[in-house]
């Protein structure tokens, strides 16, 4: 069974930059044919997807978060990381990681909160 | 970007009457579409891969259809576990892009 957490800071101050965590078991993030993503939620809306890393390391980013966006993985401790730089209130929602193969996510982090507040 | 859109927004239903919700693309996309459930606290739950599909575990109370750009997922008799928010996404095209929801309320 997959399960991904979520760790890193609720907490961040405007123009600052946001870092996440997923820390992910059952499964390997490098091996085949898997998308591990970041997707938020801005509080009481709908979903956005920020982007994603193919088990290969490849990644692609949402157009309109791409100039501040990075992903990244450890495979060592089997993690993958979201870095959001330059950051505004409008970034403050719930952030999760997921795990898919065909672009429908089969499993999802419980989230965490990020509040960018001063 | 394919832009979403999902109807109604809310659906008032009594327990054990059948809910119908609609989800259009702006353009075609086969039949990559997922649905999702979300509840209050809590992450959004994969329902429905590849437009019709259940997921693991779901029940067969959880049916769904359409391709090209017209989308549907009946919940044929409504569960009080299943009065939640209720979310399509598609995977055709980048960046892929999820409806506003429906929200399926205890009438």
């Known amino acids: 069974q997959v399960q991904l957490q979520e760790s890193g800071p609720g907490l961040v101050k405007p123009s600052q930059t946001l870092s996440l965590t997923c820390s992910v078991s059952?499964?390997?993030?490098?091996?085949?044919?898997?998308?591990w993503s970041w997707i938020r939620q801005h509080p009481g809306k709908g979903l956005e997807w920020i982007g994603y890393?193919?088990?290969?390391?490849?990644?692609t980013y949402n157009p309109s978060l791409e100039s501040r966006l990075k992903i990244s993985r450890d495979t060592s401790k089997n993690q993958f990381s979201l870095r959001l730089t330059a950051v505004s209130s409008a970034d403050t929602a719930v952030y999760f990681c997921?795990?898919?193969?065909?672009?429908?996510?089969?499993?999802w982090g419980q989230g965490t909160l990020v509040t960018v507040s001063s | 970007e394919t832009v979403m859109t999902q109807s109604p927004v809310a659906l008032s239903v009594s327990p054990g009457e059948r809910a119908t919700l609609s989800c259009r693309a702006s353009q075609p996309i086969g039949d990559n579409v997922a649905w999702y459930q979300q509840k209050p606290g809590q992450a959004p739950r994969l329902l429905i891969y590849?437009?019709?599909f259940r997921a693991t575990g779901v029940p067969a109370r959880f049916s769904a259809r359409g391709s090209g750009t017209e989308f549907t997922l009946t919940i044929s008799s409504l569960q009080s576990e299943d009065f939640a928010v209720y979310y399509c996404q598609q995977y055709n095209n980048w960046p892929r892009t999820f409806g506003p929801g429906t929200r399926v309320e205890v009438k």
């Open positions: 890393i193919f088990y290969s390391g490849a990644t």
């Open positions: 059952g499964v390997a993030i490098d091996s085949g044919g898997h998308f």
């Open positions: 590849a437009a019709s």
């Open positions: 997921t795990r898919d193969r065909t672009g429908a996510l089969e499993d």
